[in-house]
């Protein structure tokens, strides 16, 4: 049974930065795919950044050029480096990946992570 286990958020200063880890433990044939979300309260879950089987990436306007997702296989954990934060990304991130294991294919979500930039 895949779990996605989520760490690094906490409190920075504008300018700073924070990586990210989403960690998928049990048994796991393959990633087809995967991505970092976020939320602030009262307002819907914004799709940040997104990584294809083959490694290619893309990124919500608002963090391009900031933000770098990317995974390590060997680990099985994918990671969004955040740099030169600013007020605005506060919010709780969560991670997804699509995984096959045991020949099931399916989404699993991390339990989301606080991210909290000061001024």
């Known amino acids: 049974q895949v779990q996605l286990v989520e760490s690094g958020g906490g409190l920075v200063q504008a300018g700073g930065s924070l990586r990210l880890s989403c960690a998928a433990s049990g048994s796991m044939f393959g990633f087809n795919g995967g991505g970092w979300y976020r939320q602030v309260p009262g307002e819907q879950r914004e799709l940040v950044a997104h990584i294809t089987s083959d490694g290619s990436t893309s990124y919500a306007d608002s963090v391009k050029g900031r933000f770098t997702i990317s995974r390590d296989s060997a680990k099985n954990t994918m990671y969004l480096q955040m740099d030169s934060l600013k007020l605005e990304d506060t919010a709780v991130y969560y991670c997804?990946?699509?995984?096959?294991?045991?020949?099931?294919?399916?989404?699993?979500w991390g339990q989301g992570t606080q991210v909290t930039v000061s001024s």
């Open positions: 997804h990946q699509d995984l096959t294991d045991w020949f099931k294919r399916r989404d699993y």
